[in-house]
């Protein structure tokens, strides 16, 4: 019975015709002048087994009211999607008050949350930016000290470092931004030409003291800093 109602509402595809290359659909349907409003549904006859005709409105209860016009599903399961937009603050600070407020409430049995989207895309981005960048990080600490032969010349380099990130989050501050992907890089960047100018004015010092011969002092660190 229900296929019936199925195909005398929504149609059933039974056959396919081609008008040269368009494919037109044959489709089985009720006649629309027979149903002129929803409420007329509850006069369609169907017949049982037996041969007993019976109108749909003795077998069913049909109301009219309002809802979801489409349920989505995922991996079987129903699925209610609820989006919105982030807007004069950080991503990960509204996800993680969200995800506080919603663990506060108590679902129905069978019913979970997934936080996904920007926000889950974020995350990984994120995980994954800053794997690389540890890995690069260590390369980048075994070359140099590959190359100095000094622990304390690779330790002047990498305390700019800290000072570098200090920098950076008092910037971050002062101008208002907020924590996104884009900070991430940007703060890669910064430590990027960190090292890069520190390795250049300690192999400068270097040179100073190994090829000019002069003493490591104040006088040598203001000279190799200008």
């Known amino acids: 019975m229900l296929s019936a109602i199925q195909t005398s509402i929504q149609g059933l595809r039974v056959a396919q015709t ?35 005709r019976v109108p749909l409105r003795e077998l069913a209860d049909l109301n009219s009211v309002s809802g979801r016009y489409m349920v989505l599903h995922d991996g079987g399961r129903r699925r209610q999607a609820v989006t919105c937009n982030v807007e004069g603050r950080d991503l990960d600070s509204f996800v993680t008050e969200a995800k506080r407020a919603v663990a506060g409430s108590k679902l129905p049995p069978g019913f979970y949350t997934v936080f996904g989207g920007a926000a889950e895309a974020q995350v990984e981005a994120r995980n994954e930016l800053l794997l690389h960048s540890s890995v690069a990080g260590l390369g980048m600490i075994i070359l140099l000290a590959s190359v100095f032969h000094n622990g304390r010349n690779l330790m002047l380099v990498l305390v700019n470092l800290p000072l570098a990130f200090v920098g950076g989050v008092l910037a ?13 890089v940007g703060f890669v960047t910064l430590f990027g030409i960190t090292m890069r100018n520190s390795v250049m004015m300690i192999s400068h010092y270097e040179h100073l ?18």
């Open 18 to 52: 081609f008008e040269g290359s368009k494919v037109v659909d044959v489709v089985v349907l009720q006649n629309p002048d027979s149903l002129p409003d929803p409420e007329s549904v509850g006069n369609l006859v169907l017949r049982s087994a037996v041969g007993i």
């Open 172 to 184: 971050v501050t002062m101008t208002g931004a907020v924590l996104s992907i884009g900070t991430i």
């Open 209 to 226: 003291v190994k090829m000019e011969g002069l003493t490591w002092n104040s006088a040598t660190a203001i000279r190799g800093r200008a």
